[in-house]
Structures are given as structure tokens and as C-alpha cells.
């Protein structure tokens, strides 16, 4: 049984698209359908930041993604099994133990441990552990700043509400500086955000003393 309970992030459909192998279109029509919701829909659709997902649902993506690109079950099925395992789970294609044969989706019953047919057939286990494994993997990869980033500041105005920011970071870089002036050293503001390189607060400070 996969552990989800220490994996707390949230993605946007960029990065879910990059994660999972699903095109942003894909993502949008399958929300739209009620097919597969994100965990967070904005009220402004117009956000890059509408539709932001779970951890769970960049695994349980990836599993339809896998069973729809690899094993070739079609949409309809998947909408069908989808709309039979919801009754066991609220987070099916991430919590449930799939199967696949002949190209129809099964499922582990917990009560009688054994693979059920969700539209038919029975099937061969199909191992969500390794998909959890290697979402997690990238999904910690993904976020690893790059060494490029590492003493830049950027600014984007769907980041942060358009502050200053460390480059791969959401940290505003006047946060730093507050901590500078009540008389924090750098070690003191490493301390304070250990995602942050000396060469970020180096340059924050920098800027401020040149001001």
C-alpha cells in the first residue's frame, strides 16, 4: 500500500503534463467532462495557476496514462471503470489496486482479495508502487533548482503577486532583506530558508547596500 500522507505539493497543468505524459488539451477536456477533476479549480479560469493538482492525482494521472497509451484501454472504458471504482474510492486510479486485461480494467477487491472485473474479465496486477516511485522521483526532480538559477532574482506576475523572487523559488527577495536589517547574518538567514543558496542572499544583500 502506497503512502501518500507525507507527500504534501501541488502542480500546475504544465507540470502535470510534463509528469504524466498527458497534453494540457487532455487535462482541460477531462476536467470539463467531470472525467478527472483537479484537487484545486480557481475561479477565474483565465489563471495559470486554475487548475492545480495533488501528489495523488499526478500518480493517479499516470496510471491512465499508462493504461490508456501501454495497454490500449480505451477512453469510454476508463470512463466506465472510473465511474464503478468511485463507489470504493474517492481517488480510484491512485488508492486502488488495478489490473488490466484484454484491454478492460480490473481491480483488487479487498473484501474477497481477488482481481475483479470492473466492465470484464479478469487480469494481471498492475503495480501502482512502481508508478508512485517514479512520480515521486521526478516530481522531486522537478523541483530541484538548477545551478543557473542559483544568485538570480526574477519577477513574475503570476508568482508570488508579482514580487521579487529568488530564481526557481516562490521566497521574495525583500523577506531576506527584512531579516538582513533586524541583523541576521547570512547563516542566521540560511537558517531561516535552508532552500536558499548563500549566493541568493549574497545578491539580496548586495542590491539593498547598493540602494
Avoid: C
Amino acid at each position: 500500500m502506497v503512502d501518500y500522507s507525507k507527500i504534501a505539493a501541488a502542480f500546475t497543468a504544465e507540470q502535470v503534463s510534463n509528469l504524466t505524459g498527458l497534453s494540457p488539451s487532455q487535462l482541460r477536456y477531462w476536467d470539463k467532462i467531470g472525467f478527472f477533476k483537479p484537487h484545486h479549480v480557481s475561479e477565474n479560469p483565465r489563471s495559470p495557476y486554475a487548475r492545480i493538482y495533488s501528489f495523488k492525482d499526478i500518480v493517479g494521472l499516470r496510471v491512465i496514462s499508462i493504461l490508456k497509451n501501454a495497454y490500449n484501454v480505451t477512453i469510454p472504458n476508463l470512463k466506465a471503470a472510473a465511474a464503478k471504482l468511485e463507489k470504493h474510492s474517492s481517488h480510484p486510479w491512485s488508492e486502488l489496486k488495478l489490473s488490466v486485461w484484454k484491454n478492460q480494467v480490473t481491480w483488487m477487491n479487498p473484501e474477497t482479495m481477488t482481481h475483479e472485473s470492473v466492465v470484464g474479465g479478469q487480469g494481471v496486477v498492475f503495480e501502482l508502487i512502481s508508478v508512485f516511485e517514479d512520480m515521486k522521483n521526478k516530481a522531486e526532480a522537478l523541483r530541484k533548482r538548477s545551478a543557473e538559477e542559483v544568485g538570480k532574482i526574477t519577477q513574475n506576475r503570476y508568482v508570488a503577486h508579482n514580487a521579487r523572487v529568488f530564481a526557481g523559488t516562490r521566497i521574495p527577495v525583500e523577506t531576506v532583506r527584512r531579516f538582513y536589517r533586524a541583523g541576521y547574518s547570512v547563516d542566521g538567514i540560511l537558517a531561516e530558508y535552508p532552500t536558499l543558496k548563500r549566493a541568493d542572499v549574497e545578491v539580496a544583500i548586495a542590491e539593498l547596500q547598493a540602494a
